[in-house]
């Protein structure tokens, strides 16, 4: 194995990292050599939209830890940016790990002393640039990997103005990001006080808001007839579409699909 590569493997072998990466970093090296040196023999990337990769142990993939580096690398270049109070919102998809990894987030961010709003549960990413500028915040992020395979997840950044970060701020994030060069760089806990979790209330002033924006809505009154069939496809639109097409009075029928059969549920 390339010395460079090696010498990434001790410093997790023999670094501040949990025990089961460890020892899924020794099966590796017993078991899938090749595998080893792919997830080590780069960092994974922040560019302008953030991370996005494999989820596994490495520096080359999804976890805790690239998460973990990268929020504080954002944490510090927000600090900087806004003086006096920071907040951020937090959302993720329903992918593998998103939660964890949305919660890792959080912690971070508390730790930096940044006021943290996290999503109880799934969320569509448009709702989270909604609550940063409904709740004032200064930042976000939104775990997800948007069409890419499952094994993969993935990190975006997003600014006060509610869309991902664009220049100078993309450049400036990922100078600070590149500074982190060690777990040892994070703060990984001691703010859980600084974390406000957010769902329902939020929720119903988005529907709200998307109701507004209906270019007809004496159209729409006219359809309480109207049915609809519904498949989130794994997706976060299952939490807003079914409860946004009651408020319309609307008939809907949602698809849920399973390796068995399809179920459909109706909402009236």
């Known amino acids: 194995m390339d010395n460079a590569i090696q010498q990434k493997v001790d410093q997790w072998l023999q670094g501040n990292y949990d025990e089961e990466t460890k020892k899924e970093i020794q099966r590796l090296q017993s078991e899938n050599s090749n595998e080893l040196a792919d ?10 939209g953030g991370l996005r ?15 973990g580096m990268a929020t504080q690398g954002y944490a510090n270049y927000l600090k ?12 993720h998809d329903s ?64 600014w006060n103005d509610g869309g991902q970060l664009v220049p100078p701020h993309d ?25 406000t979790l957010i769902g329902k209330d939020l929720d119903e002033q988005y529907i709200q808001m998307v109701k507004g924006l ?3 809505p004496e159209v729409i009154e006219k359809q309480k007839d109207l049915k609809i069939v519904y498949t989130p496809i794994h997706g976060t639109g299952i939490m807003l579409v079914p409860r946004y097409s ?8 949602i698809l849920l699909k399973s390796k068995k059969r399809r179920m459909a549920i109706s909402l009236r």
């Open 39 to 48: 997830s080590f023999y780069q960092n994974l990337e922040f560019g302008t």
């Open 53 to 67: 990769g494999i989820m596994g142990v490495g520096t080359n993939r999804m976890n805790k830890y690239t998460v």
């Open 80 to 91: 900087r940016s806004f003086p006096g109070e920071v907040k951020v919102a937090i959302a």
């Open 95 to 158: 992918r593998n790990n998103s939660r964890f990894f949305a919660e890792t987030t959080a912690n971070v961010f508390a730790a930096n002393d940044i006021k943290v709003f996290l999503f109880e549960s799934l969320r569509p990413t448009p709702e989270l640039s909604f609550a940063i500028r409904t709740l004032g915040c200064q930042g976000g992020v939104v775990c997800t990997a948007s069409h890419n395979p499952k094994e993969y997840n993935g990190y975006k950044a997003y």
């Open 171 to 195: 450049k400036n994030v990922i100078k600070e990001v590149e500074k982190i060069q060690s777990v040892d760089d994070v703060k990984w806990s001691g703010g859980e006080a600084n974390i």
């Open 214 to 216: 209906s270019v007809y």
């Open 246 to 253: 009651k408020s319309l009075d609307l008939k809907m029928y």
